[in-house]
């Protein structure tokens, strides 16, 4: 797309040679010599240059990988509380450079009679015409007796009738199945509802209704209605189709300075504890910490427990875009006898010259979710986020990032984010860590630098007792490598001991701008993100990166 055709919403600060701000090598591989052409279109076999066979000895040596950048979380008007139609999203995360997207549309009895097929037969279009951009269509699903997740399907025949069933069967808002306090008379229903929804999902992948079926957790602790026990619950249900949460959640530009209000928090994280929300929660995590979900951010809390029971657990940032900060565009008006119950769909959003309400960035422009593929298509983008080959960032932060854990005795690339390696006690490992630092300015106008890279690691326990754990007492940051300078592609090598039990790390950095001590203490986590005050939290001046896991299981 030329500077000449963007639309008019585009924002005009950001120079044309600026718009495709990605990592060189992915960009290179998706327009280069046919690699990912006609022959990798769905359901193709081939194989592009860049992958190799995985082989499964001791040591572990998972494929090369390229990374595709995404956004799982939205909206358009096909949700009842959005603005954009579906060519403004669409047009936006390609000239913010993603590679795929989710429209994850709010459930809805308008939606589920009308919507969903409206919408679908402008995906169809939109697939057609843009064959390089992978556009998935989805659902915001109404946890029973808890908040949010993303549910999205492969493109099939039947994506848009699992949907719509999932969602009139499912939906805890469709279905009054909205109490989940404490102790009251139909908590215990509700979550056993939303668990069997989720193994109904992982019978419709199993019997071939649908060739795959992901689901993730859309702002876990915006509420602090989504208790430990029932997270856990929904992984273990089907931990092949519920796959993680968003560790850092959508509308990061709710509290720039002077824009929403001198309470507003990025993520709009605004809220405090209800008669819903689980008492086990402090007041500290009902805010965000550098832009990122108490869950995540918190070294050795809730996403630390649940990983350090040994089991997978994926992180994600998006968009969550209804309302993008600073636009000029608002809802168009019903015509007579219309709304959103009888048609599925908003009228299309006029534009005013002024500029609006809204908290959001559109997709792309702030939040990226990059999952490491071996193909280019929609079942290896599924593929890669189950594989947990995620890594995520702020403000364009980097322009790619490779992860490596290897036996030192091995020659071989050793393993990658989610995986797990092998090794027996005492043995040498090392962690490779591969950066590539922004190669240009982000849309902010800003050439991000990257300052740190923290290095944390857990003990593997194995299931806990109590399923409403939220802390991992035996994670830490291990190690701080101070990379400030440092320009183009390096790789830091940073030898790991196999002591007597199993263990995970994972990766966090940050441009160094704002750091403090984690909320549980600066033995755990030194120089962690902190909270902005509020209604002063300017987002692209406080990035992080946050990685998968890398699970190494330590034999005899």
């Known amino acids: 797309m030329t500077e000449q ?10 120079p044309p040679a600026e718009l495709d701000a990605q990592g060189v090598s992915r960009r290179g591989l998706l327009r280069g010599a046919g ?9 193709s076999a081939a194989t592009p240059a860049f992958a190799s066979p995985q082989r499964h000895g001791f040591g572990g040596d998972d494929p090369r990988l390229a990374y595709l950048v995404g956004d799982h979380h939205v909206h358009s008007v096909y949700s009842h509380d959005a603005k954009y139609t579906f060519s403004q999203q669409a047009k936006a995360a390609a000239r913010y450079g993603l590679d795929w997207m989710v429209f994850n549309e709010h459930s809805n009895f308008g939606h589920a009679s009308y919507g969903a097929k409206l919408e679908h037969a402008e995906i169809v279009k939109a697939r057609a015409e843009n064959p390089r951009q992978l556009i998935f269509q989805g659902l915001e699903w109404y946890i ?7 549910v999205f399907a492969a493109p099939g025949p039947h994506e848009t009738d699992l949907l719509t069933q999932f969602e009139l069967a499912y939906d805890g808002k469709l279905l009054g199945y909205t ?6 008379a139909d908590t215990a229903r509700n979550e056993a509802h939303a668990v069997k929804a989720i193994k109904w999902l992982a019978e419709q992948r199993r019997s071939g209704y649908v060739d795959d079926v992901l689901v993730l957790a859309n702002h876990p602790l915006r509420l602090g209605i989504d208790s430990p026990h029932e997270m856990r619950g929904w992984r273990d249900a089907a931990p092949e189709i519920m796959i993680g949460m968003e560790g850092a959640p959508g509308a990061q530009g709710a509290a720039l300075p002077g824009w929403r209000g001198a309470t507003s928090i990025r993520g709009e994280y605004e809220n405090k504890p209800s008669a819903q929300s689980w008492s086990g929660y402090p007041a500290e995590a009902y805010v965000t910490y550098g832009g990122f979900d108490w869950a995540t951010a918190t070294v050795g809390g809730l996403w630390d427990s649940m990983l350090a029971e040994g089991s997978l657990f994926s992180i994600t940032t998006n968009s969550d875009n209804h309302r993008t900060v600073f636009d000029t565009w608002k809802n168009g008006d019903w ?61 364009h932060l980097l322009d790619g990032l490779d992860v490596r854990v290897k036996r030192d005795c091995d020659f071989g690339r050793g ?28 849309p902010q106008g800003i050439l991000p630098e990257l300052a740190h890279v923290d290095v944390i690691r857990g003990a593997v326990r194995g299931p806990v007792a109590d399923r409403d754990s939220w802390k991992a007492p035996d994670t830490k940051v291990v190690q701080t490598k101070d990379v400030s300078g440092r320009k183009g592609t390096y790789t830091l090598r940073i030898p790991l001991t196999a002591g007597d039990e199993s263990f995970y790390v994972r990766l966090r950095g940050s441009d160094g701008n704002r750091h403090g001590a984690g909320y549980l203490g600066a033995s ?14 300017d987002p692209w001046a406080d990035t992080w990166f946050y990685s998968n896991p890398v699970f190494v299981d330590v034999t005899g």
């Open 5 to 14: 055709q963007l639309p008019s919403w585009a924002d005009p600060s950001v």
């Open 35 to 43: 690699l990912f052409g006609a022959a990798f279109a769905l359901g």
């Open 335 to 395: 015509p007579a006898g219309q709304n959103f119950d009888n048609t599925g769909k908003l009228p299309d959003p006029v534009n005013t010259d002024t500029a609006q309400p809204g908290s959001d960035f559109w997709p792309g422009q702030f939040s990226r979710t990059h999952v490491g593929v071996t193909r280019y298509g929609y079942r290896s983008v599924m593929a890669g986020m189950r594989a947990g080959r995620v890594w995520v960032d702020h403000g």
């Open 415 to 442: 393993v990658t984010l989610g995986g797990r390696l092998r090794v027996r006690k005492g043995e040498k490992i090392t962690l490779y860590v591969t950066v590539t630092t922004a190669s240009r300015p982000n």
């Open 144 to 150: 029973p007796a808890a908040e949010h997740c993303t």
């Open 179 to 184: 109490e989940g306090s404490a102790g009251a």
């Open 524 to 537: 755990v986590d030194p120089h962690g993100p902190i909270p902005h005050a509020p209604g002063d939290g």
